[in-house]
Every structure is written in C-alpha cells, then in structure tokens.
C-alpha cells in the first residue's frame, strides 16, 4: 500500500509569494495533520483536520490555513511568505482522530529567497 | 502538555542492546507515551506507545516507570539503520492528534 504522499517534494519560493502543499493520506484514513520542521528542530504542530473539519491547530499565524477535501487529502496554504518559512513541511495521517499512531510523509522541502 | 526530557545524544555499538531514556514528570494520568524516529531526510516513523504496562512490538520495547514519569525505549540490537533522532512524546488521547516533538536523542550506531 502506498504511504502518505507529499507533493512537491522542493519548492523555492520569494518573500511575500503564496504556496500550496497537497498531501494524500494513506488509503482510508481519515485524519490529516500539518507539521513544520525548521533545520536542528523537532516537528511543530501547525493543523490536524479529521472529516474535513479542523481538530486542532498549533501556535501559527493566520497566514498559514488549510483544508481538507472529500477524499481525505489535503492542502496547506501560506500565505505572504516569510524568510522564516523556510522549513520541511511534514504531513501525517492516522485512521482516525485520538490516540492513534501516526504516519508521516517525507515532507515539502521549502525555501524562501 | 507534559514536558519531556532526553539526552541530547548517545551512541551504541552495533549489533548491542540501546537503552534510550525519557524523563516525563508531569505527564497526566490518561497520556500515553509514544515514541517516534527520524532516519536523515525523512519524516517521523511510528515505533511503539504504551499507557501502563510494558510494550512490545517488532521494532522496540517500552518499558515504563512505575510511577509514570519515566520511560525507556529499547532497541534489543542496534543495527546501522537504527542511527536517527529519537522523540519521546506523551500524547493526551483526548481527541487531537497534535504531537509535541521535543528536541529528541540523536542515536549513533557504530560499526
């Protein structure tokens, strides 16, 4: 079975641009979450979505939104980016919301100029 | 949420037992105690978590401290793939998935 899938795996973007990133969850499951991971530095929190409704969000600003589509997959948007966006964007996906393992992606890649 | 402590680094033989502690003393009493790796370049990978009692799974044992505020995590013998960050994470199962990763312990296995 494929595992979460992240696309695209690098992104070079300029200050005060926008980005999407998708993510396909693992084939039914129906939880998603959104993880920022800057250089020397554990995963940050940032978004969970669990039946297309948000669950929990982390300490970000409101430039950083998502959803979460009929499919389960995902899309993480930011917004007038930032120098300090520059990150590996992590996304994870579990059979459902709660106490359940988590299955992560190999992450997005991103870099501001 | 509970805060953990971990030893920033540690290193083992290959192909020896690796004992990686975690010091969690204000975990509540309905977290369970995951633990999660990160191989270079890639995203988290699961290993185990537990409540109460010892874990066992084909990767790992968890032993957990009697009182709850600490835990071990025991990789029976090490091999070269087992080199990565190692995250100890108590998680409230009160709905949310958010994990809080802390900074970890960064395993190296020698050859």
């Known amino acids: 079975d494929a595992g979460v899938t992240q696309s695209p795996t690098h992104l070079i973007k300029t200050r005060g641009q926008h980005v999407t990133l998708r993510c396909s969850p693992i084939s039914g499951h129906k939880s998603v979450s959104w993880y920022q991971q800057v250089l020397g530095q554990g995963p940050q929190f940032i978004f969970q979505y669990y039946e297309k409704e948000e669950r929990g969000r982390g300490n970000f600003p409101d430039r950083f939104s998502a959803r979460q589509f009929p499919n389960y997959s995902s899309e993480l948007n930011v917004n007038a980016l930032l120098l300090g966006d520059s990150a590996l964007y992590l996304c994870?996906?579990?059979?459902?919301?709660?106490?359940?393992?988590?299955?992560f992606g190999d992450g997005t890649r991103l870099s501001i100029l | 949420d509970a805060k953990t402590t971990q030893p920033n680094s540690m290193e083992s033989n290959e192909e020896e037992p690796v004992h990686l502690p975690c010091n969690h003393s204000?975990?509540?009493?309905?977290?369970?105690i995951h633990w999660y790796r990160q191989l270079p370049s890639q995203g988290p990978e699961y290993v185990i978590h537990?409540?109460?009692s010892n874990v066992n799974n084909r990767m790992a044992s968890l032993a957990i401290a009697e009182d709850r505020k600490s835990s071990t995590l025991i990789l029976h013998r090490a091999t070269l793939r087992d080199a990565a960050v190692y995250y100890c994470i108590p998680n409230t199962p009160a709905g949310a998935n958010n994990l809080f990763f802390g900074t970890g312990t960064r395993l190296t296995v020698i050859p």
């Open positions: 994870a996906s579990s059979l459902v919301t709660g106490n359940q393992p988590q299955h």
């Open positions: 537990g409540l109460t």
């Open positions: 204000t975990i509540s009493g309905t977290d369970y």
